[in-house]
Protein backbone atom coordinates (compact mmCIF):
# COMPACT_ATOMS: atom_id res chain seq x y z
CA UNK A 1 0.00 0.00 0.00
CA UNK A 2 0.94 3.30 -0.52
CA UNK A 3 0.98 6.65 0.38
CA UNK A 4 0.07 10.18 -1.62
CA UNK A 5 3.24 11.69 -2.87
CA UNK A 6 5.32 13.93 -1.45
CA UNK A 7 7.52 17.03 -2.38
CA UNK A 8 10.09 17.32 -3.55
CA UNK A 9 9.56 13.27 -3.91
CA UNK A 10 6.55 10.82 -3.30
CA UNK A 11 7.04 9.58 0.06
CA UNK A 12 5.15 6.85 -0.47
CA UNK A 13 3.97 4.11 2.54
CA UNK A 14 5.75 0.84 1.97
CA UNK A 15 2.95 -1.16 2.61
CA UNK A 16 3.09 -4.03 5.16
CA UNK A 17 3.64 -4.29 8.76
CA UNK A 18 6.12 -2.92 10.81
CA UNK A 19 9.07 -4.13 12.85
CA UNK A 20 9.25 -2.64 16.49
CA UNK A 21 12.08 -0.20 16.67
CA UNK A 22 12.99 1.29 20.09
CA UNK A 23 15.09 2.93 22.55
CA UNK A 24 17.61 1.22 25.08
CA UNK A 25 21.48 1.87 26.22
CA UNK A 26 23.63 -0.82 24.34
CA UNK A 27 27.14 -1.05 25.51
CA UNK A 28 29.23 -1.06 22.05
CA UNK A 29 31.57 -4.24 21.42
CA UNK A 30 34.30 -4.75 18.93
CA UNK A 31 34.13 -7.96 19.24
CA UNK A 32 32.21 -10.67 16.47
CA UNK A 33 28.94 -11.95 17.41
CA UNK A 34 28.58 -13.78 14.87
CA UNK A 35 30.88 -16.54 14.13
CA UNK A 36 32.31 -19.61 15.58
CA UNK A 37 34.97 -19.83 12.90
CA UNK A 38 38.16 -17.92 14.08
CA UNK A 39 39.79 -17.83 10.97
CA UNK A 40 36.38 -15.60 9.66
CA UNK A 41 35.98 -13.68 12.65
CA UNK A 42 34.71 -9.91 11.31
CA UNK A 43 36.00 -6.83 12.16
CA UNK A 44 32.87 -5.17 13.54
CA UNK A 45 32.71 -1.66 14.68
CA UNK A 46 29.36 0.54 15.16
CA UNK A 47 29.37 1.26 11.19
CA UNK A 48 31.37 -1.16 9.47
CA UNK A 49 31.77 -4.86 9.52
CA UNK A 50 34.68 -7.19 7.96
CA UNK A 51 36.14 -10.02 7.18
CA UNK A 52 40.13 -10.32 7.41
CA UNK A 53 40.41 -9.62 3.98
CA UNK A 54 38.65 -6.22 3.98
CA UNK A 55 35.42 -8.37 2.41
CA UNK A 56 31.96 -7.04 3.94
CA UNK A 57 30.26 -9.33 5.99
CA UNK A 58 26.63 -8.39 6.78
CA UNK A 59 25.91 -12.50 7.77
CA UNK A 60 25.73 -12.52 11.38
CA UNK A 61 23.49 -9.31 11.36
CA UNK A 62 21.02 -10.88 8.87
CA UNK A 63 21.15 -14.06 10.55
CA UNK A 64 20.01 -12.92 13.74
CA UNK A 65 17.51 -10.21 12.14
CA UNK A 66 15.56 -12.75 10.22
CA UNK A 67 13.62 -14.97 12.55
CA UNK A 68 12.39 -11.86 14.01
CA UNK A 69 10.61 -10.25 11.50
CA UNK A 70 7.33 -11.26 10.12
CA UNK A 71 4.98 -11.54 6.98
CA UNK A 72 1.31 -9.47 8.37
CA UNK A 73 -1.53 -10.03 6.26
CA UNK A 74 -4.24 -7.78 6.47
CA UNK A 75 -7.97 -7.98 5.37
CA UNK A 76 -10.54 -5.21 5.64
CA UNK A 77 -13.82 -4.10 4.05
CA UNK A 78 -13.85 -1.36 1.88
CA UNK A 79 -17.45 0.37 1.91
CA UNK A 80 -19.16 1.47 -1.07
CA UNK A 81 -19.33 5.39 -1.63
CA UNK A 82 -22.64 5.87 -0.14
CA UNK A 83 -25.78 6.10 -2.03
CA UNK A 84 -28.68 7.21 -1.04
CA UNK A 85 -31.13 6.17 -3.55
CA UNK A 86 -29.63 2.66 -3.09
CA UNK A 87 -31.23 3.06 0.61
CA UNK A 88 -34.08 4.53 -0.48
CA UNK A 89 -34.67 1.54 -2.92
CA UNK A 90 -33.78 -0.95 -0.46
CA UNK A 91 -30.94 -1.97 -2.65
CA UNK A 92 -28.51 -3.85 -0.43
CA UNK A 93 -24.95 -2.14 -0.60
CA UNK A 94 -21.96 -4.99 -0.02
CA UNK A 95 -18.54 -4.00 0.53
CA UNK A 96 -15.86 -4.76 -0.94
CA UNK A 97 -12.52 -6.80 0.70
CA UNK A 98 -9.30 -5.55 0.61
CA UNK A 99 -6.12 -7.82 0.76
CA UNK A 100 -2.81 -5.94 1.94
CA UNK A 101 0.46 -6.99 3.41
CA UNK A 102 3.75 -5.94 4.89
CA UNK A 103 6.15 -6.82 7.83
CA UNK A 104 6.10 -6.60 11.15
CA UNK A 105 9.10 -6.82 14.02
CA UNK A 106 8.60 -9.48 17.41
CA UNK A 107 9.96 -7.75 20.04
CA UNK A 108 9.00 -10.22 23.06
CA UNK A 109 8.90 -13.93 23.14
CA UNK A 110 5.55 -14.06 24.44
CA UNK A 111 4.55 -12.57 20.94
CA UNK A 112 4.48 -8.36 20.70
CA UNK A 113 5.06 -7.30 17.43
CA UNK A 114 5.63 -4.18 16.18
CA UNK A 115 4.42 -2.52 13.10
CA UNK A 116 3.22 0.46 10.78
CA UNK A 117 -0.17 2.35 11.94
CA UNK A 118 -0.87 2.12 8.05
CA UNK A 119 -0.58 -1.37 7.96
CA UNK A 120 -3.10 -2.26 10.23
CA UNK A 121 -5.01 0.34 10.32
CA UNK A 122 -8.70 -0.16 9.31
CA UNK A 123 -7.51 -3.92 9.04
CA UNK A 124 -10.52 -6.74 10.24
CA UNK A 125 -8.51 -9.58 10.33
CA UNK A 126 -4.61 -9.54 11.30
CA UNK A 127 -2.54 -13.13 9.74
CA UNK A 128 1.00 -13.41 10.62
CA UNK A 129 3.37 -15.52 9.06
CA UNK A 130 6.61 -16.50 11.07
CA UNK A 131 9.42 -17.52 8.84
CA UNK A 132 9.12 -20.94 9.41
CA UNK A 133 6.02 -20.42 7.90
CA UNK A 134 3.68 -21.15 11.08
CA UNK A 135 0.70 -18.92 10.46
CA UNK A 136 -1.32 -17.17 13.63
CA UNK A 137 -4.21 -15.01 14.01
CA UNK A 138 -3.05 -11.45 15.39
CA UNK A 139 -5.00 -8.71 17.36
CA UNK A 140 -4.19 -4.72 17.26
CA UNK A 141 -2.78 -3.74 21.05
CA UNK A 142 -2.89 -0.40 20.01
CA UNK A 143 -1.77 2.35 17.26
CA UNK A 144 -0.13 5.95 17.44
CA UNK A 145 -1.23 7.89 13.69
CA UNK A 146 1.21 10.41 15.20
CA UNK A 147 4.23 8.29 14.35
CA UNK A 148 2.61 5.60 12.79
CA UNK A 149 3.68 3.05 14.51
CA UNK A 150 1.03 0.51 15.77
CA UNK A 151 1.16 -2.62 17.81
CA UNK A 152 -0.38 -6.29 17.40
CA UNK A 153 0.24 -9.63 19.40
CA UNK A 154 -0.06 -13.28 18.59
CA UNK A 155 -0.73 -15.88 20.78
CA UNK A 156 2.95 -18.03 21.23
CA UNK A 157 5.51 -18.05 24.00
CA UNK A 158 9.60 -18.74 23.22
CA UNK A 159 9.73 -16.39 20.24
CA UNK A 160 13.09 -15.49 17.87
CA UNK A 161 12.62 -11.56 19.04
CA UNK A 162 14.54 -8.37 18.17
CA UNK A 163 17.24 -6.81 20.25
CA UNK A 164 16.70 -3.06 20.66
CA UNK A 165 19.52 -0.60 19.71
CA UNK A 166 20.36 2.74 20.64
CA UNK A 167 19.02 4.96 17.69
CA UNK A 168 20.54 8.24 18.99
CA UNK A 169 24.43 6.24 18.25
CA UNK A 170 23.68 5.79 14.41
CA UNK A 171 25.97 7.86 12.50
CA UNK A 172 25.69 9.08 8.59
CA UNK A 173 27.76 6.90 6.55
CA UNK A 174 27.22 3.45 8.51
CA UNK A 175 26.26 0.25 6.87
CA UNK A 176 22.25 -1.20 7.75
CA UNK A 177 20.91 -3.94 6.25
CA UNK A 178 16.96 -3.86 5.93
CA UNK A 179 14.96 -6.92 6.46
CA UNK A 180 11.17 -7.18 5.11
CA UNK A 181 8.72 -9.19 2.80
CA UNK A 182 8.67 -7.19 -0.45
CA UNK A 183 6.22 -7.83 -3.49
CA UNK A 184 5.24 -11.18 -0.84
CA UNK A 185 8.90 -12.29 -0.85
CA UNK A 186 9.15 -13.00 2.97
CA UNK A 187 12.71 -12.82 5.06
CA UNK A 188 14.29 -10.27 2.14
CA UNK A 189 17.56 -8.99 3.02
CA UNK A 190 18.88 -5.69 1.99
CA UNK A 191 21.78 -3.40 2.56
CA UNK A 192 23.01 0.27 2.60
CA UNK A 193 24.27 3.27 4.33
CA UNK A 194 22.47 6.02 6.33
CA UNK A 195 21.85 8.84 4.04
CA UNK A 196 20.93 10.98 6.66
CA UNK A 197 19.23 11.18 10.23
CA UNK A 198 16.53 13.25 11.29
CA UNK A 199 14.48 13.68 8.20
CA UNK A 200 11.23 15.70 8.17
CA UNK A 201 9.04 14.21 4.98
CA UNK A 202 6.12 15.91 5.88
CA UNK A 203 4.62 12.25 5.55
CA UNK A 204 1.74 12.32 8.30
CA UNK A 205 0.80 15.88 7.46
CA UNK A 206 -2.17 15.26 5.80
CA UNK A 207 -3.69 12.95 8.48
CA UNK A 208 -2.71 15.80 11.01
CA UNK A 209 -5.05 17.83 8.57
CA UNK A 210 -7.60 15.49 8.89
CA UNK A 211 -7.69 14.15 12.18
CA UNK A 212 -6.10 16.39 14.34
CA UNK A 213 -2.82 13.52 14.56
CA UNK A 214 0.23 15.83 16.05
CA UNK A 215 3.27 14.21 13.81
CA UNK A 216 6.19 13.65 15.31
CA UNK A 217 8.85 13.22 11.94
CA UNK A 218 12.33 12.22 12.61
CA UNK A 219 13.02 9.47 9.90
CA UNK A 220 16.79 7.64 9.62
CA UNK A 221 16.91 8.07 5.65
CA UNK A 222 18.71 5.47 4.26
CA UNK A 223 19.55 3.88 0.78
CA UNK A 224 18.66 0.29 1.11
CA UNK A 225 16.51 -1.22 -0.93
CA UNK A 226 12.75 -1.37 0.33
CA UNK A 227 9.54 -1.34 -1.69
CA UNK A 228 6.11 -2.42 -0.93
CA UNK A 229 5.33 -5.26 1.56
CA UNK A 230 8.25 -3.54 3.56
CA UNK A 231 6.58 -1.33 5.64
CA UNK A 232 7.41 -1.83 9.27
CA UNK A 233 9.96 -4.00 8.69
CA UNK A 234 13.20 -4.03 10.40
CA UNK A 235 16.65 -1.54 9.94
CA UNK A 236 19.18 -3.03 11.51
CA UNK A 237 23.26 -2.06 11.94
CA UNK A 238 25.97 -4.78 11.37
CA UNK A 239 25.47 -6.00 14.77
CA UNK A 240 21.81 -7.05 14.25
CA UNK A 241 20.56 -4.47 16.57
CA UNK A 242 17.27 -2.89 15.74
CA UNK A 243 17.87 0.75 15.01
CA UNK A 244 14.77 1.88 12.96
CA UNK A 245 11.75 0.45 11.36
CA UNK A 246 11.13 0.49 7.80
CA UNK A 247 8.13 3.23 7.01
CA UNK A 248 8.24 4.84 3.60
CA UNK A 249 10.03 5.47 0.75
CA UNK A 250 10.84 8.29 -1.90
CA UNK A 251 9.68 8.02 -4.98
CA UNK A 252 8.14 9.52 -8.34
CA UNK A 253 7.07 5.79 -9.25
CA UNK A 254 5.94 3.99 -5.98
CA UNK A 255 8.27 1.72 -6.31
CA UNK A 256 12.02 2.25 -4.51
CA UNK A 257 13.82 5.10 -6.62
CA UNK A 258 17.02 5.40 -4.12
CA UNK A 259 15.75 6.69 -0.20
CA UNK A 260 13.72 5.08 2.34
CA UNK A 261 12.63 6.34 5.45
CA UNK A 262 12.46 4.30 8.94
CA UNK A 263 11.74 5.44 12.07
CA UNK A 264 14.31 5.10 14.90
CA UNK A 265 14.29 3.30 17.57
CA UNK A 266 14.01 5.85 20.39
CA UNK A 267 10.86 6.47 19.23
CA UNK A 268 9.51 3.50 18.34
CA UNK A 269 10.32 1.72 21.85
CA UNK A 270 8.97 4.01 23.43
CA UNK A 271 5.53 3.89 21.78
CA UNK A 272 5.38 0.33 21.67
CA UNK A 273 6.25 0.48 25.59
CA UNK A 274 2.92 2.49 25.94
CA UNK A 275 0.57 0.96 23.47
CA UNK A 276 1.52 -2.57 25.79
CA UNK A 277 1.12 -1.01 29.20
CA UNK A 278 -1.80 1.96 28.28
CA UNK A 279 -2.86 1.08 25.27
CA UNK A 280 -2.39 4.76 24.02
CA UNK A 281 0.64 7.08 23.94
CA UNK A 282 1.93 9.06 27.35
CA UNK A 283 2.53 11.69 25.02
CA UNK A 284 4.81 14.42 26.42
CA UNK A 285 5.05 18.38 26.33
CA UNK A 286 7.44 21.14 26.81
CA UNK A 287 5.07 23.48 26.72
CA UNK A 288 6.46 25.82 24.33
CA UNK A 289 5.31 27.31 20.96
CA UNK A 290 8.80 26.57 19.09
CA UNK A 291 10.23 27.39 15.48
CA UNK A 292 14.13 26.51 13.87
CA UNK A 293 17.17 28.72 14.69
CA UNK A 294 17.25 31.67 11.70
CA UNK A 295 20.80 32.88 10.68
CA UNK A 296 18.89 36.30 11.35
CA UNK A 297 18.48 34.96 15.24
CA UNK A 298 21.57 33.21 15.55
CA UNK A 299 23.51 36.50 14.65
CA UNK A 300 21.04 38.84 17.14
CA UNK A 301 21.37 35.72 20.29
CA UNK A 302 25.26 35.26 19.75
CA UNK A 303 24.77 31.84 18.95
CA UNK A 304 28.46 29.99 17.61
CA UNK A 305 26.22 28.12 15.13
CA UNK A 306 22.87 28.05 13.05
CA UNK A 307 21.67 25.71 14.85
CA UNK A 308 19.07 24.66 17.50
CA UNK A 309 15.33 24.86 18.50
CA UNK A 310 13.92 29.18 19.23
CA UNK A 311 11.33 29.26 21.95
CA UNK A 312 8.74 31.45 20.73
CA UNK A 313 6.47 31.85 23.73
CA UNK A 314 5.61 29.34 26.23
CA UNK A 315 1.98 27.45 26.40
CA UNK A 316 -0.89 28.75 28.46
CA UNK A 317 -0.63 26.84 31.80
CA UNK A 318 3.38 26.28 31.71
CA UNK A 319 5.17 29.35 32.72
CA UNK A 320 6.39 26.92 35.70
CA UNK A 321 8.37 24.55 33.49
CA UNK A 322 11.89 26.51 33.79
CA UNK A 323 11.74 28.15 30.29
CA UNK A 324 11.39 31.35 28.99
CA UNK A 325 10.68 33.07 25.78
CA UNK A 326 13.59 33.76 23.44
CA UNK A 327 15.65 30.87 24.90
CA UNK A 328 17.26 28.43 21.88
CA UNK A 329 17.28 24.73 23.43
CA UNK A 330 20.33 23.15 22.35
CA UNK A 331 19.91 19.50 23.97
CA UNK A 332 18.01 17.43 26.37
CA UNK A 333 19.21 15.08 28.49
CA UNK A 334 22.57 16.00 27.11
CA UNK A 335 21.72 15.13 23.61
CA UNK A 336 22.15 17.82 20.87
CA UNK A 337 19.31 18.97 19.06
CA UNK A 338 19.84 21.19 16.23
CA UNK A 339 16.05 21.65 14.87
CA UNK A 340 12.41 20.08 15.65
CA UNK A 341 12.81 16.51 14.44
CA UNK A 342 15.73 15.91 16.51
CA UNK A 343 13.88 17.41 19.77
CA UNK A 344 10.99 16.02 18.79
CA UNK A 345 12.31 12.96 18.91
CA UNK A 346 14.18 13.43 22.29
CA UNK A 347 10.88 14.89 23.78
CA UNK A 348 8.58 11.76 23.11
CA UNK A 349 11.06 9.45 25.60
CA UNK A 350 9.73 10.98 27.86
CA UNK A 351 6.24 10.95 30.20
CA UNK A 352 4.33 13.54 31.76
CA UNK A 353 5.73 14.24 34.78
CA UNK A 354 9.37 12.97 34.25
CA UNK A 355 12.15 15.62 35.08
CA UNK A 356 14.59 16.30 32.37
CA UNK A 357 17.59 18.41 32.31
CA UNK A 358 17.53 21.38 29.16
CA UNK A 359 20.31 23.00 27.99
CA UNK A 360 19.14 26.46 26.97
CA UNK A 361 21.43 29.51 24.97
CA UNK A 362 19.92 32.52 27.42
CA UNK A 363 21.22 35.57 27.85
CA UNK A 364 24.52 34.67 25.38
CA UNK A 365 25.91 31.68 27.24
CA UNK A 366 24.76 28.25 28.63
CA UNK A 367 22.18 27.49 30.73
CA UNK A 368 20.61 24.14 32.45
CA UNK A 369 17.20 24.17 33.54
CA UNK A 370 15.20 21.28 34.86
CA UNK A 371 12.17 20.74 32.97
CA UNK A 372 8.89 18.88 33.96
CA UNK A 373 6.96 17.23 31.32
CA UNK A 374 3.47 17.97 30.94
CA UNK A 375 0.21 15.66 29.15
CA UNK A 376 -1.98 17.67 26.80
CA UNK A 377 -3.80 19.64 29.11
CA UNK A 378 -0.64 20.97 30.26
CA UNK A 379 -0.63 18.92 33.68
CA UNK A 380 2.36 16.72 35.37
CA UNK A 381 0.63 13.46 35.50
CA UNK A 382 0.11 10.26 33.04
CA UNK A 383 -2.99 10.42 31.66
CA UNK A 384 -6.28 8.11 32.37
CA UNK A 385 -6.93 6.73 29.30
CA UNK A 386 -9.14 3.68 31.54
CA UNK A 387 -11.67 6.20 32.18
CA UNK A 388 -12.80 7.03 28.37
CA UNK A 389 -11.74 3.79 26.63
CA UNK A 390 -14.29 4.05 24.17
CA UNK A 391 -17.22 2.32 22.85
CA UNK A 392 -16.88 0.53 19.66
CA UNK A 393 -19.89 -0.09 17.37
CA UNK A 394 -19.05 -2.34 14.47
CA UNK A 395 -21.96 -1.19 12.50
CA UNK A 396 -20.68 2.41 12.40
CA UNK A 397 -17.03 1.70 11.76
CA UNK A 398 -15.83 3.76 14.29
CA UNK A 399 -14.66 4.05 18.26
CA UNK A 400 -15.86 6.83 20.36
CA UNK A 401 -14.54 8.24 23.62
CA UNK A 402 -15.23 11.44 26.03
CA UNK A 403 -14.07 14.88 24.67
CA UNK A 404 -11.14 16.14 26.52
CA UNK A 405 -12.21 18.69 29.71
CA UNK A 406 -10.01 21.12 27.17
CA UNK A 407 -12.01 20.67 24.26
CA UNK A 408 -15.24 20.88 25.91
CA UNK A 409 -14.35 23.98 27.15
CA UNK A 410 -13.17 25.44 23.89
CA UNK A 411 -15.91 24.32 21.91
CA UNK A 412 -18.58 25.53 24.71
CA UNK A 413 -20.09 21.85 24.62
CA UNK A 414 -21.08 19.59 28.11
CA UNK A 415 -20.17 16.38 26.74
CA UNK A 416 -20.47 14.30 23.54
CA UNK A 417 -19.18 10.76 21.48
CA UNK A 418 -15.70 11.76 20.01
CA UNK A 419 -14.76 9.59 17.33
CA UNK A 420 -11.52 8.51 18.44
CA UNK A 421 -10.70 6.37 15.38
CA UNK A 422 -12.33 5.23 12.51
CA UNK A 423 -12.28 2.15 10.35
CA UNK A 424 -14.29 1.41 6.85
CA UNK A 425 -18.09 1.81 7.87
CA UNK A 426 -21.57 4.07 7.74
CA UNK A 427 -19.64 6.52 9.43
CA UNK A 428 -16.63 7.17 7.18
CA UNK A 429 -18.65 6.70 4.20
CA UNK A 430 -20.29 9.47 4.94
CA UNK A 431 -17.39 11.62 5.37
CA UNK A 432 -16.93 11.39 9.20
CA UNK A 433 -13.30 11.95 10.07
CA UNK A 434 -11.45 11.45 13.50
CA UNK A 435 -11.94 14.09 15.71
CA UNK A 436 -16.22 14.73 15.04
CA UNK A 437 -18.24 15.25 18.46
CA UNK A 438 -21.27 14.22 18.09
CA UNK A 439 -23.47 16.29 20.37
CA UNK A 440 -26.96 14.94 19.03
CA UNK A 441 -28.63 12.10 17.26
CA UNK A 442 -32.63 12.95 15.64
CA UNK A 443 -31.92 16.17 18.16
CA UNK A 444 -31.28 13.96 21.28
CA UNK A 445 -28.65 15.62 23.58
CA UNK A 446 -25.66 12.90 23.58
CA UNK A 447 -23.33 13.97 26.69
CA UNK A 448 -21.04 10.64 26.50
CA UNK A 449 -20.58 7.19 24.22
CA UNK A 450 -22.55 5.28 26.43
CA UNK A 451 -25.29 7.95 25.48
CA UNK A 452 -24.60 7.45 21.23
CA UNK A 453 -25.17 3.52 22.04
CA UNK A 454 -27.82 4.19 23.99
CA UNK A 455 -29.71 6.53 21.61
CA UNK A 456 -28.79 4.54 18.73
CA UNK A 457 -30.26 0.51 20.24
CA UNK A 458 -33.59 -0.29 18.55
CA UNK A 459 -33.37 2.36 15.60
CA UNK A 460 -34.14 1.80 11.82
CA UNK A 461 -34.34 3.55 9.20
CA UNK A 462 -32.76 7.45 8.82
CA UNK A 463 -31.15 8.84 11.17
CA UNK A 464 -29.34 12.69 11.60
CA UNK A 465 -26.17 13.23 13.77
CA UNK A 466 -25.09 16.74 14.60
CA UNK A 467 -21.85 16.91 16.35
CA UNK A 468 -18.21 19.85 15.94
CA UNK A 469 -15.12 19.03 14.94
CA UNK A 470 -12.47 19.93 17.19
CA UNK A 471 -11.30 22.87 15.38
CA UNK A 472 -14.63 24.30 15.79
CA UNK A 473 -16.28 23.88 12.91
CA UNK A 474 -20.28 22.68 13.27
CA UNK A 475 -21.31 19.96 10.59
CA UNK A 476 -24.70 17.58 10.52
CA UNK A 477 -24.50 13.61 8.71
CA UNK A 478 -27.34 12.25 7.96
CA UNK A 479 -27.39 8.09 6.77
CA UNK A 480 -29.15 5.10 7.26
CA UNK A 481 -29.45 2.32 9.93
CA UNK A 482 -30.62 -0.74 7.66
Do not use: C
Request: proline share 4%; aromatic share 6%.
Amino acid sequence: MMKKNLMPFVAAFVGGAVALGAYSLITKSTASPFTTNQNSIPVVTAGYAALPDGTLDFTGAAERTVNAVVHVKTQSKVQNVYNPWADFFGYNQQPQVQMSSGSGVIISADGYIITNNHVVEGAEKLTVTLNNNKNYEAKVIGRDPSTDIAVIKIDEKNLPLAQWGNSDDVRVGQWVLAVGNPFELTSTVTAGIVSAKARNINLLSEQARSEEVFPVESFIQTDAAVNPGNSGGALVNVRGELIGINTAIASRTGAYAGYSFAVPTTIAKKVAEDLIEFGNVQRAFIGVRISDVTEEQAKEKGLPEVAGVYVNALTEGTSDNGMREGDVILKVAGVAVKNIPQLQEQVIKYRPGNKVNVTVWRGGKLQEVQVTMKNRDGKAELEDFTAAAGISMNSLGAQFTLPSASEKDALKITGGAKVETITPGKLKSIGIQRGFIITKVDGQKIESPEQLESALQGKSGNVLIEGVYTNGTKAYYGFSLN
